[in-house]
C-alpha cells in the first residue's frame, strides 16, 4: 500500500508517516519510482506508535521498545527496558499530577478570593 492508503488506514497524517520513517520507526520499501510501499504489519505498527504518543513518550523513547511490541517477544532485553521506560513515564505522570493538584489548589482559592471581593459589594 502506498502512504495515502496508510494515512487513511491509521488516521495518521501523510506528514507524521514520513516523520516516523525519518526517525527510524518505520521502513517502507521503495519502489522503482521512489514510492513508499507499505504492508499490512505497517498498519499495527503505526499504531503502536500512536498509542505510545499518546501514553506522552516521545518518538525517541518508543524506538527501542517498538519492535518488542510489533514481534512476538519474550526478550528479557525488551522486559527491562519497557519496565524502564514505563515507570520513568508513570514517575513523570505523577509528579505532573501533584502539580496540577496544586495548581487546582490555587485556583480555587483566588477564585474564592474574587467571589467575596463581589458578594460584598
Known amino acids: 500500500m502506498r ?3 496508510l494515512s487513511v488506514k491509521t488516521g495518521v497524517s501523510i ?3 514520513r516523520y516516523y520513517e525519518e526517525k527510524g520507526l518505520i521502513t517502507p520499501q521503495r519502489l522503482t519510482n521512489g514510492y ?3 504492508n ?4 499495527e505498527r503505526v499504531n503502536n506508535i500512536q498509542l505510545f504518543l499518546d501514553l506522552g513518550l516521545s518518538t525517541d523513547e518508543i524506538h527501542p521498545i517498538l519492535d518488542c511490541t510489533t514481534e512476538i517477544s519474550t526478550s ?5 527496558e519497557a519496565i524502564s521506560l514505563y515507570e520513568g513515564k508513570l514517575r513523570d505522570t505523577r509528579t ?4 496540577l493538584r496544586e495548581v487546582e489548589i ?3 482559592k483566588i477564585i474564592a478570593f474574587w467571589r467575596e471581593k463581589t458578594v460584598g459589594k
Open 3 to 5: 502512504i495515502s492508503e
Open 96 to 99: 505532573q499530577i501533584k502539580q
Open 40 to 43: 499490512g504489519s505497517d498498519v
Open 36 to 38: 513508499r510501499q507499505y
Open 106 to 108: 490555587k485556583l480555587e
Open 76 to 80: 528479557s532485553k525488551c522486559a527491562s
Open 15 to 17: 506528514r507524521s508517516l
